[in-house]
C-alpha cells in the first residue's frame, strides 16, 4: 500500500502535468479543468498548492520550467570558451533557444505573463 507522502507527491506531480497539458491545450486555465485532467478531486490542488497561483508557481520554480545553466553550457558543446566573446554568446543563445523549444508549456506560460497575478509574476522573475 503506498504512503500517504508518496500518495501525496504522486497527486502533486500529476496536477503539475495536468497544468503542462492545459498551458498547451486549453485558452483559459481553471482549477476544475487541470484536477479533472489529474483525475483528482479539486480540493487536493487547493490542500497542496493553495490554488491555481500557487500551482503555476511551483511549475515556475520547478526543473521543468527553464533549462539550467549547466544544461545551457553542455548543449553549447565543446571548445565553446575557445571561440570569441560574441561567437560564444550566441552559441549560448542557440542552445538556450533549442531547449526552450522542448519545453512548450514553458513558453505557453511566458506568452501568458501578462494575465498573471501580481504574485506569480514576483515568482518568475525571482526564480533562481
Same mark, same amino acid.
Given at each position: 500500500?503506498?504512503?500517504?507522502?508518496? &500518495?501525496? @507527491?504522486?497527486?502533486?506531480? !500529476? *496536477? /503539475?502535468?495536468?497544468?503542462?497539458?492545459? +498551458?498547451?491545450?486549453?485558452?483559459?486555465?481553471?482549477?476544475?479543468?487541470?484536477? &479533472?485532467? @489529474?483525475?483528482?478531486?479539486? !480540493? *487536493? /490542488?487547493?490542500?497542496?498548492?493553495?490554488? +491555481?497561483?500557487?500551482?503555476?508557481?511551483?511549475?515556475?520554480?520547478?526543473?521543468?520550467?527553464?533549462?539550467?545553466a549547466a544544461t545551457v553550457l553542455k548543449?553549447?558543446?565543446?571548445?565553446? +570558451?575557445?571561440?570569441?566573446?560574441?561567437?560564444?554568446?550566441?552559441?549560448?543563445?542557440?542552445?538556450?533557444?533549442?531547449?526552450?523549444?522542448?519545453?512548450?508549456?514553458?513558453?505557453?506560460?511566458l506568452q501568458r505573463m501578462p494575465t498573471?497575478?501580481?504574485?506569480?509574476?514576483?515568482?518568475?522573475?525571482?526564480?533562481k
Amino acid at each position: 500500500m503506498a504512503t500517504k507522502a508518496s &500518495q501525496k @507527491a504522486r497527486t502533486m506531480q !500529476a *496536477l /503539475l502535468q495536468a497544468l503542462q497539458a492545459e +498551458l498547451l491545450e486549453s485558452g483559459r486555465l481553471t482549477v476544475e479543468a487541470i484536477a &479533472q485532467r @489529474a483525475s483528482v478531486n479539486k !480540493a *487536493l /490542488l487547493y490542500r497542496y498548492f493553495g490554488g +491555481l497561483d500557487g500551482l503555476v508557481i511551483a511549475f515556475a520554480s520547478s526543473e521543468e520550467f527553464m533549462p539550467s545553466a549547466a544544461t545551457v553550457l553542455k548543449q553549447c558543446g565543446d571548445g565553446w +570558451l575557445k571561440l570569441k566573446p560574441r561567437e560564444r554568446l550566441l552559441r549560448c543563445v542557440q542552445a538556450y533557444v533549442h531547449l526552450l523549444a522542448a519545453r512548450p508549456a514553458t513558453i505557453q506560460l511566458l506568452q501568458r505573463m501578462p494575465t498573471f497575478s501580481d504574485e506569480i509574476l514576483a515568482a518568475l522573475s525571482d526564480r533562481k
